[in-house]
């Protein structure tokens, strides 16, 4: 007993209970952060596959009999007396019942998208094969059956698949009609706009300076006349195309027996779900995946893609890294190679290190009243005072984003460069000055360069909490729909004044501000998982720049 007693207590002693114990805490940690991105995993992605549409015969709680159509969404057990208090009619000696949450989309018919089933109420549920699904531009999915299609008013005769096949042409007619009607509203006519306003501008300059001569004057005419012209006949292009893509209709009947009719131009896809084969869905699936990176959205968030979202993110954390790496790795170099070590640097690197736990809203505050009202104010003053009282760069935007994560991240690079410089061997250094080199040939030709996978490593903290953080974006720069990328085909092509679309805040506004909150929760999920793997590409690039640092200055260090 004694000897047992002694062993435990040497145990204890020789730390290895502490070692298994932080094992198990990291386990503990791994196994529920895998979790959480699995099941982020299967509730946004699962959104995409091509549910079948069921039709079903419901009696409702007045004893009326009806017919409803549409997805199944989720099924849940509950308490029957929770139903029996909601008025619904159930057995007193059922305990629990199961009910189902069906979207019935057609929104604009009935008013709402989704609906609770109670499973006692059902008595016929079938999935017919030529039922159909619709997403459309407004008012979410329609479901229904194809009943005509009408090219310019006139019937199409044909029924069946030949029906869906000219159903389906008709679409893809439109489809494409659509886009050209994009590509000229949003490139060509954007394009000449961008131009007239800057005409406007460069005149109002002019004016300014007292140097709006007749000859400049003439010449700005001309070259307005010229954009007029183009103007005209873009316009008259869009009539054109407006008039062919509002030519087709289709003719539909919906749950209750009614036939509505529905322009084609208002419809993206249709799909049979129960008549796809399972290669079929897989390619439909797919199909989606590829809408929801490479789209812009649609119906305020809910549906569509969130391409802008994830162009704003990445290229606001790129502007973010080019301007704190330079900053914190400077500030770092003088901290630990040129200052003076004493009380006031000590000071200055624990405020640095408190910095880092400031809270991220007040770096907002800070970055809205000096970025963007002093400095944007005093630039506007200074450089734009043409477009005066509007501002360019008084205003939120993307730079202004990036220089407020950039001071939010700044201690992180600060402190992993101070760690990486400290490891430097005092030798080396004196190596390299007893050959005659400099203390700046010697800093910027040996140390910083052996200190720069510490270096990467600070970039890589700051990149993956600069890209999660929305508070003070919601300041300084990021709005809910952002009409045109802060980088198109319009000199000077990266516009650093332009508000953008951030992956984190549109995770909140469709989450908390979207009217339609179950329609939004699959999209809450998708996106946020597609948050968490542009966080992980941003940090395996930088890790990757850090090994080959490493191992280019490995031999170096030996």
Do not use: C
């Amino acid at each position: 007993m004694h000897s047992t007693g002694s062993h435990l207590k040497n145990w204890w002693k020789s730390g290895d209970p502490w070692v298994w114990m932080t094992a198990a805490a990291v386990a503990a940690s791994m196994i529920m952060v895998v979790g959480l991105l699995i099941l982020i995993a299967i509730r946004g992605l699962g959104h995409y596959w091509p549910a079948s549409i069921h039709e079903m015969a419901y009696q409702e709680s007045d004893g009326k009999q009806v017919r409803v159509i549409g997805e199944v969404v989720e099924i849940e057990s509950v308490l029957a007396s929770t139903v029996r208090e909601t008025g619904y009619p159930v057995d007193t000696s059922i305990e629990t019942v199961e009910r189902y949450l069906l979207k019935t989309g057609n929104r604009d018919v009935d008013g709402f998208d989704f609906r609770w089933l109670v499973s006692s109420g059902v008595s016929r549920d079938e999935t017919p094969a030529d039922l159909l699904a619709m997403e459309r531009h407004e008012w979410g999915n329609y479901y229904g059956y194809l009943r005509s299609v009408k090219i310019d008013g006139k019937a199409v005769e044909a029924e069946g698949e030949a029906l869906w096949t000219v159903m389906q042409e008709r679409i893809e007619h439109a489809t494409a009609l659509h886009e050209q009607i994009r590509g000229i509203e949003k490139h060509d006519s954007g394009a000449i706009n961008y131009a007239l306003e800057r005409l406007r501008l460069k005149q109002r300059g002019l004016e300014l300076e007292g140097k709006l001569t007749d000859e400049a004057l003439a010449e700005m005419s001309a070259e307005r006349a010229k954009l007029d012209q183009r103007y005209e006949v873009l316009n008259e292009q869009l009539g054109k195309l407006y008039g062919q893509v509002e030519r087709d209709s289709l003719v539909l009947e919906e749950r209750g027996g009614q036939q509505i009719e529905m322009k084609v131009s208002t419809v993206v896809r249709a799909y049979r779900p129960n008549a796809m084969s399972l290669l079929q869905k897989i390619g439909f699936y797919f199909t989606k995946l590829w809408e929801f990176v490479s789209d812009e959205p649609r119906e305020a968030n809910t549906e569509g893609g969130i391409f802008p979202a994830i162009f704003g993110t990445v290229m606001m954390v790129i502007l973010m890294s080019v301007v704190v790496t330079p900053f914190g790795v400077i500030a770092a170099v003088y901290l630990r190679e040129y200052a003076k070590q004493g009380p006031m640097t000590r000071t200055i690197r624990i405020a640095v290190n408190n910095l880092a736990g400031v809270p991220s809203i007040v770096y907002g505050v800070f970055g809205l009243g000096f970025f963007v009202y002093f400095l944007g104010g005093n630039i506007d003053d200074l450089f734009f005072p043409e477009a005066q009282p509007a501002p360019t760069f008084g205003t939120p935007g993307i730079f202004w984003a990036a220089l407020t994560l950039a001071i939010l991240t700044l201690p992180v690079v600060i402190v992993a460069t101070e760690e990486g410089l400290s490891r430097i061997p005092r030798s080396i250094r004196e190596g390299s000055l007893a050959l005659g080199a400099t203390k700046a040939e010697t800093l910027w030709r040996t140390v910083l360069p052996m200190a720069s996978p510490a270096m990467m490593t600070g970039l890589i903290l700051a990149v993956a909490r600069a890209a999660g953080e929305v508070a003070p974006l919601m300041l300084v720069g990021v709005v809910k729909l952002a009409p045109t990328l802060p980088l198109d085909g319009n000199f000077p092509f990266l516009h650093l004044e332009r508000k953008f679309m951030h992956l984190g805040f549109h995770i909140y506004d469709v989450g908390f501000q979207s009217p339609n909150v179950e329609a939004a929760r699959p999209l809450v999920y998708a996106t946020s998982l597609l948050l968490v793997v542009v966080i992980i590409a941003l940090n395996l690039a930088a890790i990757a720049i850090r090994n080959h640092l490493r191992e280019k200055y490995r031999a170096l260090e030996n």
